[in-house]
């Protein structure tokens, strides 16, 4: 693997990771340089997505760099036949990194392993999404003050999300306290659990939101993820298991704010997209400039 790469959060140590957050703070500052002047990034999308590509690639044109890529792997080569392989090894013959969202897990991996050029994890399947996680911890950061010491209620679907699973391997790092609310159906993986153990990460499993959320610093809400269900009848027996209502929110601390890596679907109600707690579409501007940090940071201008 390039060492380059980001693929999972991982790949960065807690240094690294404030370096980045220090970064975005900069780009927030400024965000409109010249510094990838002559850089060409590729964006790979074998997968649906609104904030993550269009971020990266707002992020690439601001710092005055050119973008290629597909946003549909349907009118790609892919259709035809050609292997992950032999399309990271053409890209890389025309661009300085590539950004890749890919529906199997392990892909990243798989890309960095045999690309030349950096490659950064858009999302794999159910594992990882750890440019998300950053601008979830840079979001944390501007809204609490500290990464350190923090209560974080994470709601949903602990199973298939991605976010989930990089957000609690980063927060490994600032001494969090968990509360993991979800359905019998999808609750957090046994792998996260016992890297909680591990790391002596104390949390608390839950299948009620109501009621378990005022004593939170952060509302990490996520969506049902249909596209990771094989059987549709149980992903509509779960769909609905969880909507926040503005109501839900009168008890909760002063500091509390939610977050959404979005879309959403049904589960943050719109009523509460006018309480000063709601966070979510901030939390996704945050992402331009945490993705700036990272193409700067991969290509180490
Ligand atoms: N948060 C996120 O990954 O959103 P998109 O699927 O729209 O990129």
Redo the contacts with the bound molecule.
């Keep these: 693997m390039s060492n380059r790469s980001l693929v999972s959060i991982s790949d960065y140590n807690k240094e690294e990771i404030l370096e980045i957050l220090d970064a975005a703070a900069d780009f927030e500052a400024n965000p409109n340089r010249s510094t990838l002047k002559g850089k060409v990034i590729a964006t790979l999308f074998f997968e649906?997505?609104?904030?993550?590509?269009l971020s990266f690639e707002t992020a690439v044109l601001r710092l005055g760099g050119s973008v290629i890529g597909f946003s549909d792997a349907a009118t790609s080569s892919s259709v035809k036949g050609e292997t992950l392989n032999d399309t990271i090894r053409m890209v890389s013959c025309y661009a300085d990194a590539i950004v890749m969202r890919h529906p199997f897990e392990g892909a990243a991996r798989y890309a960095a392993e045999i690309s030349p050029v950096p490659i950064i994890n858009a999302?794999d399947g159910a594992n990882q999404?750890p440019s998300?996680t950053l601008l979830d911890l840079y979001s944390i950061l501007k809204t609490q003050g500290t990464l350190d010491n923090l209560k974080i209620c994470v709601a949903g679907d602990l199973k298939y999300g991605r976010?989930v699973h990089s957000l609690i391997m980063a927060m490994s790092y600032f001494h969090p306290s968990f509360r993991f609310i979800a359905p019998e159906e999808l609750k957090l993986n046994e792998e996260y659990r016992i890297f909680c153990l591990r790391n002596n990460i104390p949390f608390e499993e839950t299948t009620e939101l109501n009621e378990n959320i005022n004593d939170a610093d952060i509302l990490y809400m996520t969506r049902v993820q249909r596209e990771r269900f094989q059987d549709l009848m149980e992903y509509e027996r779960v769909k609905n298991v969880y909507t926040l209502k503005n109501s839900m929110l009168e008890n909760t601390k002063p500091n509390l704010r939610i977050l959404h890596?979005?879309?959403r679907v049904a589960e943050i109600s719109p009523d509460v997209d006018k309480n000063e707690k709601a966070y979510y579409f901030q939390q996704a501007q945050n992402g331009l400039y945490i993705r700036q940090a990272i193409i700067s940071k991969v290509l180490s201008i």
């Design positions: 649906p997505s609104t904030r993550t590509r999302g999404h998300q976010t890596p979005l879309p």
